[in-house]
């Protein structure tokens, strides 16, 4: 990849589309892993306000403290960054509280990690409201397209995507390049929205790498018949959650009612 020349076509694009827009900056969500730290990067690069927001809810010390650091060395390096907390953990323990209870408790684990990130969602959309500000994404190639690995009006529900087009290696390249800090280059990712230390290839059952590796196969027209052992496995997975999240990737349906049924009589 060529590195420098992606880096200044991404910030390009973001003042070009910033100023048409005719908005003020952007805001995004800090959430101490290299997605955000690369995306937030290239948004200050552009010298237009950019807002970092830290919305810890029940958060792995860790994931804060990486959070932190990255928004300390924007602010370092570059004077348009400004940031903010908002502790959402009470605003999500009211709602828990307020829904109706279950009878299996585990049933709920994922629409509540998911309400994580809807909460975070509408934060985001209120100081970019309150500043005319854009709220930039932060999903890779394989998470937005491959797997559909975010949620759906969550850390989906976004204004642009700036490296929505990069595998994650590409993101990591990009990340060496900016100099953005090794504790969070090294850190195993996550997505933060179950209050542990459970990584993204926990979830997933495969590593980015293999993931990659699957989306390249199957968009080369590749069959589960051409693979044997793990390699078959790892096909299967990223076939499995591509189709099943599809959802997210398509748009929204619409029922479109025939014509000729909506003439008007006079």
């Given at each position: 990849m060529q590195t420098e020349?992606?880096?200044?076509?991404?910030?390009?694009?973001?003042?070009?589309?910033?100023?048409?827009?005719?908005m003020n900056g952007f805001v995004i969500g800090i959430s101490g892993g290299i997605d955000s730290?690369?995306?937030?990067?290239?948004?200050?690069?552009?010298?237009?306000?950019?807002?970092?927001?830290?919305?810890?809810?029940?958060?792995?010390?860790s994931q804060v403290g990486r959070a932190y650091s990255h928004i300390e060395w924007l602010k370092k390096n570059?004077?348009?960054?400004?940031?903010?907390?908002?502790?959402?953990?009470?605003?999500?323990?009211?709602?828990?509280?307020?829904?109706?209870?279950?009878?299996?408790?585990e049933s709920r684990f994922m629409p509540l990690a998911n309400t994580r990130a809807r909460l975070r969602m509408a934060t985001l959309y209120y100081f970019a409201g309150l500043h005319k500000y854009l709220v930039?994404?932060?999903?890779?190639?394989?998470?937005?397209?491959?797997?559909?690995?975010?949620?759906?009006?969550?850390?989906?529900?976004?204004?642009?995507?700036?490296?929505?087009?990069?595998?994650?290696?590409?993101?990591?390249?990009?990340?060496?390049?900016?100099?953005?800090n090794d504790e969070i280059i090294n850190?195993?990712?996550?997505?933060?929205?179950?209050?542990?230390?459970?990584?993204?290839?926990?979830?997933?059952?495969?590593?980015?790498?293999?993931l990659e590796w699957a989306m390249k196969m199957t968009e080369s027209g590749k069959t589960n018949a051409d693979f044997s052992g793990r390699k078959q496995v790892v096909f299967n997975i990223y076939n499995r959650l591509h189709k099943a999240n599809?959802?997210?990737m398509v748009p929204i349906p619409i029922c479109e009612?025939?014509?000729?049924?909506?003439?008007?009589?006079i």
């Open positions: 020349k992606v880096i200044k076509f991404i910030v390009e694009w973001l003042s070009n589309y910033a100023e048409k827009a005719k730290a690369v995306t937030s990067a290239l948004c200050a690069k552009t010298g237009l306000d950019l807002l970092c927001v830290e919305m810890p809810i029940h958060q792995e010390v570059f004077s348009s960054v400004n940031k903010i907390e908002v502790n959402l953990t009470p605003v999500f323990d009211s709602l828990t509280t307020a829904l109706p209870k279950v009878q299996n408790e930039a994404g932060t999903g890779n190639k394989v998470e937005d397209f491959g797997v559909g690995f975010y949620t759906k009006y969550g850390d989906g529900g976004v204004d642009l995507s700036p490296i929505a087009d990069l595998m994650k290696s590409e993101v990591y390249e990009i990340a060496k390049h900016l100099g953005i850190a195993a990712p996550t997505d933060g929205l179950w209050g542990d230390d459970r990584t993204d290839e926990d979830q997933l059952g495969a590593t980015y790498d293999e599809q959802h997210k009612i025939p014509s000729e049924w909506k003439k008007s009589v």
